[in-house]
């Protein structure tokens, strides 16, 4: 049977996965209702305006944007941290529970039992982890456009802006999940999974946030993941090629490795 395997971990996932949705919506939700309060608020400006440049990257404030226009407001609230941290939380979850995880808990060797190649069962997990990922994050998109006009949130933000903001926070946490999945696959264990695909992700956020802080040293914040994301409002200034290619190609690697690792070892 074709795609069992992907099949039977989506299956496993879905409640997870609808919860998550709910909560990308609760999050729209919340963000659209706070807009009015501060939509054209030149006071909530110039509070900022006042603040250390530091500080005001530190928000996900960008010179030129205010804060109470749809793009500075989407990129300081959504943007910036929340959505990404968010995607990057569920993917590291679900890529260290899809072959670490399950290996841990013993419910792999009864699936490698059947007549399924270990390439097959990397690359059907990988490929339902990748679906759950994107299911939350188009639920995302999917409650701005509709929740969005209601209060003007989407003024002056195109629909390819939008689909670029999030997709590159997509790439973002595919990076990340890809490396808790690799891990996974190389220790057969979901805690080392979890450990370093967090410590690698907190670790580049706080290059990042040091770099926006004190000018950084552009060969080293050049590094970070985080700096290929955050380089620019992307509702504003457009997608960042680095945003996308840098991710896209780390992740090839590490699935890669990950793969091949799994090939060659004795399950736990």
């Keep these: ?28 939700l919340f963000t659209v209702a706070f807009y009015p309060s501060v939509k054209g608020n030149e006071a909530f400006d110039k509070v900022f305006e006042d603040l250390p440049q530091a500080v005001r990257a530190l928000v996900g404030a960008q010179e030129g944007v205010p804060l109470t226009s749809p793009p500075g407001y989407l990129h300081g609230r959504l943007f910036s941290v929340m959505v990404p941290v968010l995607l990057v939380t569920l993917g590291i979850g679900l890529g260290a529970r899809a072959i670490g995880g399950s290996e841990g808990d013993g419910t792999l ?11 097959r069962v990397v690359a059907e ?7 759950v990922l994107a ?12 929740l969005g006009p209601l209060v003007g ?13 999030n997709g590159a926070a997509f790439c ?16 057969g264990r979901s805690g080392p999974a979890v450990a370093t695909a967090t410590s690698v992700a907190a670790g580049g956020y706080l290059v990042q946030g040091l770099a ?30 680095a945003a996308v290619i840098g991710p896209v190609l780390v992740t090839g690697l590490l699935l890669a490795a990950g793969c091949w690792l799994f090939n060659r070892r004795d399950l736990r």
């Design 109 to 119: 060797e009864l699936l490698l039992a059947q007549p399924v190649t270990r390439s």
């Design 125 to 131: 997990r990988y490929g339902a982890v990748v679906v």
């Design 153 to 165: 949130l989407l003024d002056g933000i195109g629909i390819g802006g939008l689909f670029a903001a």
């Design 212 to 241: 926006a802080v004190s000018g950084g040293v552009p060969a080293i914040e050049g590094l970070s993941p985080w700096h290929w994301y955050l380089d620019r409002n992307i509702l504003v200034d457009g997608l960042p090629p």
């Design 1 to 28: 049977m074709t795609a069992v395997v992907f099949a039977r971990f989506l299956r496993d996932t879905r409640r997870s996965m609808a919860w998550w949705a709910l909560g990308m919506v609760a999050l729209v």
């Design 172 to 187: 973002l946490a595919l990076l990340h999940t890809t490396l808790a999945f690799a891990v996974g696959c190389a220790t």
């Design 135 to 146: 299911a939350v994050s188009a639920t995302l998109t999917a409650s701005l456009l509709a």
